[in-house]
């Protein structure tokens, strides 16, 4: 794997760096770099909640200013020592982040933005205008320098070897979290909210994890902003140094905690290579910063990777031994649907709609294009909510329940064209269908390869899921689904694209699946696929359901005729 | 990791003979580190250009260097700034931020490092650390608003002001001051509201305002906001008279609006160079004018006068920082634009000037001078 080739180029990177900060760096030089380390620190947290989780986050510089109040005011008016200070400029953030979360974080992408950006705004007006505790404008001096063991930590080396102390366990966290259960459930979040929704993961959960953690990162780097400066005042809560943290983790790249550090040292360093310009250091950093981008789309760890790949070759991505998931200790009884509505406006895309998927049976949904076949499996997956009937999954009511629970319950969808991340192996792909139920990444992993295995497409662990054949992206569309064992299998057109081979291969494993218990709703336009597997085939036209029978009487059926041809076929 | 270790000794043991060759040099350096970009860049841009004004002027026979470095307007950068600085030979005394929290954070490093800060910021708190280090050579606000106050209530006889301040460092110190100085006076302002630097309009704010019924309004705001709110005053009509706080004296903010919009606005300030007065005063204005082709203000001749009261000292003998501040803290010194004495804190000037605007011209008339007036109002 090129991030792992990388690694050698980053820890010689580390080492040059450590060489610089014990024999070259003037206390300048240190205190560049100190600073870099600060921002590094709130940069891990800004990669996990946008950089992983896609949320664009503009909260986590007003969290950073938190964090650096606490430490102030604490600090400074109340003698606090660094033993107190420090965990409490980052519980404070956490304990902001959380109710602001639930209140912001199911926004849209942009509202978010402004939401969290609104946050920052009101913080900085309360620390401007409650200057009998923030000090108003001019801030508080006199924040003492932290302690530890019984010494001050003094500026230079010192405080350079605490603040990359704290970077180095800080990352090592932030990268655990990122190649860990969180981290990839917050990427499946980030390249598919619906898919990763379908795979049982709690989307709002999640974010606010990672909102939470964002925040403790931000607080802690606030924290060693003041003892760096001495003095807080609202320019830490300024949209200047959310500006800082989002370029750290475009420049660096965007989710690594490699990147944040990168980011860090490249962004803080490049204005003070061009100060002799005066103000023209402006310019200059912004061409700089510009042809960063243009040459480094990925970010400088992206860049890395491509050097690392260009230098070393490029490895294939390790694999896992197989290992078949255990079976839920008491699936749902099938899936009882009764009178089930939904209206777009004035469509009423499914109207009065009634099915019964009973465990081992294979049942077919057919009908023409727009006619609500689709709508239907959104409503019984639960990415969309139904206006009016029942859904019962083995007895459970379960109208309306969000997609997450749904398939936590046991039920399992496939999309009508294949939904794979991009950039991502398949082995991990599909483990991302087990990041709800599994312990660890690992373990996911090993269920996926089993998966994969059993649908004959286990050599394809080790490869990327950009670029795969349409067949092939179906397969392991259908591994995701497989893995997570589910007691009832709803399938949008698996067999589109593929060729008759392929689908007879898919056609012997459906079969299978019943026969295992599964209850499978199947939706297809390939009658010479779908008639021969379906026990039962029910026909939609205009969100009603026309024909509801035996697979073998639906092509005869006069209704079913005219909905497809538009006319009544002659008996 | 094991190839590693020794590569990591190897290069700290040639580092440490390379580091053995310190540099040895008798030129005293004299950086400047101002905020050249972001909200305070006007006023910046002419205290630097008033510092490299006095180093060019260096007495012969002394060796300086200079370099000029932007600190923006974050602290951080100030800091980062003034540690490059030191780092650079043997600092003499540094030109530094105007900007308030710039200098309190400057504030510890300076005595850590003990350098002398020379700067133009009217915030107070800055000479109020016990930090002996600092160096005001423009009038703190307890001086400049009590100027202000005073000539409100004594000269133009209103004892009803609408106080419209800034909402940063500058803005807060400078309401404060004012707020003691028109108690002093027995007036209670009749309004008084913050407004943030960034705003775009100041309309609702002087709605505002002129709905409490002043008969003066007071304003303390930086360049910019001062010629947005005096043009939409202007073409609101309003006919009250304006006193405005020390931006308003600057050249470059006079330049922002049509003499027309000037008329009847008077603004506090250390001194006008501009409008005139000694030959010496005459001679530093066409200096500035030729150096830098734009017109000098009162921070340009403050900090001028501060880094060549600096020179001074150094021509006197003081060749290292502890001797430039004992020079500073314990010398008296005519400068142009007044005397400078340090009142043991680092407050060395204590006059200020109020000009004022007569709508025909943007060169300002100095019409009332107060030399201490702290002092007087008590």
Redo the contacts between chains.
């Keep these: 794997m090129a991030e792992r080739r990388s690694a050698v180029i980053l ?2 990177g580390a ?1 040059a760096l ?2 610089y900060a ?3 760096a ?3 030089g240190l ?2 770099l100190t ?1 870099a380390g600060v921002y590094a620190l709130a940069a891990f947290g800004f990669q996990i909640v946008f950089g992983l989780g896609g949320a664009l986050s503009l909260a986590q510089g007003a969290f950073f200013g938190v964090g650096a109040y606490v430490t102030g005011i604490l600090g400074s008016r109340y003698g606090f020592g660094f033993e107190a200070t420090f965990p409490l400029s980052m519980l404070v953030p956490l304990l902001l982040a959380l109710p602001v979360g639930l209140a912001v974080l199911r926004l849209e992408s942009h509202y978010f933005a402004l939401a969290t950006l609104g946050i920052a705004q009101v913080l900085h007006l309360l620390a ?2 409650l ?1 009998e505790l923030t000090g ?4 508080l ?2 924040v003492p320098a932290a302690v530890l063991f019984g010494r001050a930590v003094q ?1 230079g080396l010192p405080m350079a070897g605490l603040v990359w102390g704290l970077v180095a366990l800080g990352g090592l966290i932030g990268w655990r979290l990122a190649r860990g259960r969180l981290g990839r459930s917050l990427a499946m979040l980030r390249d598919d909210p619906l898919a990763a929704a379908t795979l049982g993961l709690d989307v709002g959960r999640l974010r606010l994890a990672a909102f939470g953690i964002s925040a403790l990162f931000a607080g802690a780097a606030g924290a060693l ?1 003041v003892h ?4 807080v ?3 830490v809560l300024e949209f ?1 140094v959310m500006v800082s943290i989002l370029t750290i983790a475009i420049v660096g790249g965007r989710g690594r905690m490699a990147g944040a550090v990168l980011g860090a040292v490249l962004l803080l360093h490049l204005p ?1 290579w061009f ?2 310009l ?2 023209g ?2 310019v200059v950093y912004g061409v700089a910063l510009l042809l960063t981008v243009v040459l480094a789309p990925d970010g400088l760890t992206g860049l890395l990777d491509r050097i690392a790949a260009r230098l070393f070759g490029r490895r294939p991505r390790a694999s896992a031994v197989a290992m078949e998931p255990p079976r839920p200790p008491n699936p749902p009884d099938g899936l009882a649907v009764d009178d089930l509505r939904k209206s777009f406006g004035g469509v009423r895309a499914v109207d009065g709609v009634s099915l019964d998927l009973r465990p081992g049976g294979i049942t077919g949904l057919i009908g023409p294009n727009g006619s609500g076949k689709s709508t239907v499996i959104n409503l019984l997956s639960g990415l969309e909510r139904p206006d009016g009937g029942r859904v019962r999954l083995g007895g459970r009511e379960v109208t309306g329940l969000r997609a997450d629970r749904l398939a936590r319950a046991g039920l399992a969808r496939s999309f009508q064209a294949a939904v794979l991340p991009i950039g991502v192996g398949v082995l991990e792909a599909v483990a991302a269908a087990r990041l709800a139920v599994d312990p660890d990444a690992a373990t996911a992993e090993a269920h996926a390869r089993w998966a994969l295995d059993r649908l004959g497409v286990g050599d394809l662990a080790g490869q990327g899921c950009d670029g795969l054949p349409a067949a092939l992206r179906r397969r392991v569309e259908l591994a995701r689904s497989l893995v997570r064992r589910p007691a009832v299998l709803l399938l949008d057109e698996p067999a589109a694209g593929l060729t008759d081979g392929e689908k007879a291969e898919l056609a012997v494993l459906l079969r299978e699946l019943a026969e295992e218990g599964v209850a499978i709703l199947l939706v297809e336009h390939d009658m010479g696929f779908l008639l021969p597997l379906a026990g039962r085939v029910l026909c939609l036209d205009r969100g009603r359901v026309i024909y509801d029978g035996p697979a073998g009487g639906v092509r005869r059926d006069p209704a079913v005729a005219a909905a497809y041809l538009g006319r009544a076929v002659p008996a | 990791m094991r190839r590693a270790l020794p590569l990591l000794i190897g290069l700290l043991a040639v580092s440490s003979c390379l580091s053995s060759a310190a540099r040895a040099d008798d030129t005293l350096s004299f950086p400047v580190l101002v905020p050249l970009t972001g909200f305070l860049s006007l006023e910046g841009t002419s205290q630097r250009n008033g510092a490299v004004l006095a180093l060019k002027q260096t007495p012969a026979g002394i060796a300086i260097a200079s370099e000029v470095v932007d600190t923006g307007t974050s602290p951080e950068a100030a800091v980062t700034a003034l540690e490059r600085a030191a780092g650079r030979g043997t600092v003499g005394a540094v030109a530094a931020s105007m900007l308030g929290t710039q200098m309190l954070a400057m504030l510890p490093l300076a005595g850590e490092l003990k350098l002398p800060l020379v700067t133009v910021s009217g915030t107070a708190s800055i000479t109020e650390q016990g930090n002996p280090w600092v160096f005001r050579f423009f009038p703190g606000d307890a001086v400049t608003k009590a100027a202000h106050a005073r000539y409100v209530v004594e000269e133009l006889g209103k004892r009803q002001p609408a106080v419209i301040y800034q909402t940063t460092a500058y803005g807060q110190s400078g309401k404060a001051h004012l707020d003691a100085a028109f108690e002093a006076l027995g007036v209670t302002p009749v309004f008084e509201e913050g407004v943030d630097p960034a705003a775009k309009d100041l309309l609702p704010v002087l709605t505002k305002a002129l709905a409490a019924k002043p008969d003066v309004l007071v304003l303390h705001l930086h360049s910019g906001p001062t010629a947005l709110l005096l043009r939409q005053a202007a073409s609101s009509g309003v006919t009250l008279p304006i006193v405005a706080g020390s931006a308003m004296h600057q050249p470059s903010t006079a330049a922002l609006l049509e003499p027309a919009e000037l008329k009847g606005v008077c603004a506090e300030t250390a001194a006008s160079p501009i409008s005139g007065g000694t030959p010496e005063v005459k001679a530093f204005t066409d200096a500035y004018r030729a150096a830098f082709g734009k017109e000098p203000d009162a921070f340009a001749l403050g900090q001028y006068d501060g880094m060549t009261m600096v020179l001074e000292a150094v021509k006197a003998g003081a060749r290292s920082p502890d001797a430039i501040r004992k020079a500073l803290s314990a010398e008296t010194f005519q400068g142009l634009a007044m005397t400078y004495k340090s009142d043991g804190k680092g407050n060395m000037a204590h006059s200020a000037v109020i000009v004022c605007y007569d709508g025909a011209s943007r060169v300002p008339v100095l019409v009332k001078r107060y030399d201490d007036p702290t002092l007087a109002a008590k």
């Design positions: 820890v010689a080492l450590l060489v014990l024999a070259f003037s206390p300048y205190r560049v600073v401007v205008n200057p108003g404008s001019n801030g001096a006199g500026r902003a760096t400066q001495r003095v005042s609202p320019e200047p003070e100060r002799f005066e103000r250091y402006l």
